[in-house]
C-alpha cells in the first residue's frame, strides 16, 4: 500500500474546551463548511472531553464523522477514582480513544509501560488508540528526537509484538493489526505554542516512524499504518503536511475549536 492508499485521518483533539451547549452549533458551522463528499474521503473524528462524549457521538453519527475519548484506563475495573474504561467508552458507542497524549505524559505522570498496557486493553476492547510520540524542544536541541520517540513508539510496538494476537471481547481477530492503531507523532515543543515543524523536520520524523514499525512489527504493518502529525497544524501549513510521502492526517488541538479552520483542514486533506 502506497501513502496515496492510506485514507486520509484528520482528528480534532478538544482536550478540556467546548461546552455541551457549544455542540451542535459547532457541527453545523462545520458541516456547513465542508466540501461536499470530503466524509467519504476523509476520516474526521473528534476527541471529547468525557462529559461532552455522548452529545459529541450524536452529533457525530448523525453527519458521518466519528466520537474518541481522549484517554482510558488499562484495567477493566477497579478503585480508580476519575478513570475510565474501555468497556465503559464501549458501552457508550465509543471506538477510538487517545492514548499517551503528551499532556497526559506531562502532567500525569503516564509512562511508556502505561501506555503500551492501554493500546493493548484498546484494541483488546475493539477501541482504536491513537498512541501518541514525540519530543520536547530539550530532547530535540539536544540531538535525541530519534532515540525519545523510538523509544516511546518501541514500548508500545514490542509490547503487541510480545503480546501476541489479540482476541478481544466481542470475539474480533485483528489479523491486521495496522487496521487497529493509528500513531500521531506530536513534537512537544510545537503542541500550542504557535511553532510548527517544518516539512522536512515532520517528513523525516514519519519517515523514521514507519522505519520503526518495519523494524518491530514488518513491512505489511509499517507500510498500511496510519501516522498523524500533531503540533500546531493548522489551515496554512496542513496541505504541505500532507504532501509528504509518510504523513497521513493531523491530530489538530487548537484548530480543531474553530468550525471554519478545522473544516478548511479537512478540505485540504481531500485535495
Known sequence: MTASKRKKLLAGNWK????????????????AALRPGVSNHVDILFAAPFTQLHATLA????RGFAAAAQNMHFEASGAFTGEVSAMMLTDIGIRTTLVGH????QYFAETDDSVAKK???????AVTPVVCVGETLEERKSGATFQVVSHQLGAVL?????????QNREGFYPGDLSDSIVIAYEPVWAIGTG???????????????????????GSEFAVRARILYGGSANPANIAGLLSQPDIDGGLVG???LKAADFAAMCNAAMS
Open 102 to 105: 503528551s499532556e497526559r505524559r
Open 195 to 217: 511553532l510548527s515543524a517544518t516539512l522536512e523536520q515532520a517528513q523525516e520524523v514519519h519517515g523514521f516512524i514507519r522505519k520503526v514499525c518495519d523494524e518491530i512489527l
Open 119 to 125: 493500546t493493548i486493553t484498546a484494541i483488546s476492547n
Open 16 to 31: 478540556m474546551n467546548m461546552r455541551l451547549a457549544e455542540i451542535e452549533p459547532f457541527f453545523t458551522a462545520f458541516s
Open 59 to 62: 452529533a457525530t453519527r448523525a
Open 254 to 256: 487548537g484548530a480543531s
Open 158 to 166: 514490542n509490547a503487541l509484538k510480545n503480546h501476541g494476537p489479540v
